[in-house]
């Protein structure tokens, strides 16, 4: 028996990194994390939302991570997902944290470090937990805003499907210097169709409010430094169609396509959990 390869995860008690932890000890990887002198602290202020996703303190996840095997690094190092910086259109505020993380990918590739970047675009906990409406974090079941005409495509994914396809390509030799797209076919839908696939579940249809992009953009001018980003990573998907790209098959490869043998979490599956 292939003896595993040892795997060091970097945010470890991050929304992302937890789940990658979670699936490198499922896959049988002697597991190592890195954490911070500060790690026992928490956000101030966490937006609802994601507190809501993400339930656990970062001390019952170490904790959680010790007793099943996993070995703690002190130290700090930053990371990196989300959809593909290099292929956005994204505005501000979040334009510029993509610029930045664009800049750390051809600082890492002019150094020579060998690199596996995961795109793994839209989280469900985030996206469709509240199927996109601005301040909520449950699906709507009166009326529901949808952003422009409701037709772009964005890729949608659980944070722990991210974890399994992440420690995947991390032992897998043919991800070398190349990068992931998590777009899964049963996820890569249009708001139109998801709130569709709501109304289905709920037996009820919903009003529906079609915001224009001009309104958008007032929204991201007006609002909260915290609502202005979310505002404008909304608008990034289902404005802009930032998840909508043809792939290079000399440097991209497709998650799904890679790891057929992944049993990945559909969007109709996850919004079974709120009917």
């Known amino acids: 028996m292939a003896v595993k390869s040892k795997i060091l995860i970097i945010g470890p008690t991050g929304a992302t990194g937890r789940h990658i932890v979670r699936a490198s000890v499922e896959a049988g990887h002697p597991t190592y994390i890195l954490v911070s002198n500060t790690t026992g602290t ?3 202020n966490k937006p609802e939302l994601i507190a809501t996703a993400n339930p656990e303190t970062k001390l019952e996840l170490l904790e959680s991570f010790k007793s ?6 002190i130290r700090f190092f930053p990371s990196e997902f989300g959809l593909d910086v290099d292929r956005h259109d994204a505005v501000e505020p979040v334009r510029q944290v993509f610029e930045d993380k664009a800049r750390f990918r051809r600082q890492i590739e002019a150094a020579g470090i060998p690199y596996t970047y995961i795109c793994c675009h839209a989280y469900t906990g985030y996206f469709l937990r509240n199927l996109a409406q601005v301040g909520c ?3 709507p079941r009166d009326k529901v805003s949808i952003l422009g005409d ?3 495509k964005g890729a949608y994914v659980t944070q722990e499907d991210v974890g399994t396809y992440t420690i995947k390509a991390a032992d897998d030799p043919r991800t070398l210097n190349k990068i992931v797209h998590i777009r899964l076919p049963a996820n890569y839908l249009t708001m139109n169709e998801i709130v569709s696939m709501w109304e289905n579940k709920i037996g ?3 009003e529906k409010i079609y915001i224009p992009e001009e309104q958008i953009l007032k929204n ?3 609002a909260s430094l915290h609502l202005s980003y979310v505002w404008a990573l909304y608008h990034s998907q289902q404005i802009r169609g930032d998840a909508v790209y ?9 998650a799904h396509e890679l790891y057929p043998d992944v049993k990945y979490t559909t969007v109709d599956e996850y919004l079974d959990q709120f009917v």
């Open 150 to 152: 409701g037709n772009i």
């Open 220 to 222: 991201i001018k007006a």
């Open 246 to 254: 043809e792939i290079d098959p000399i440097k991209d490869f497709e």
């Open 204 to 206: 009820k249809t919903l």
């Open 68 to 73: 099943s095997g996993v070995t703690l690094l």
């Open 137 to 139: 974090t449950k699906p």
């Open 42 to 44: 928490e956000i101030p």
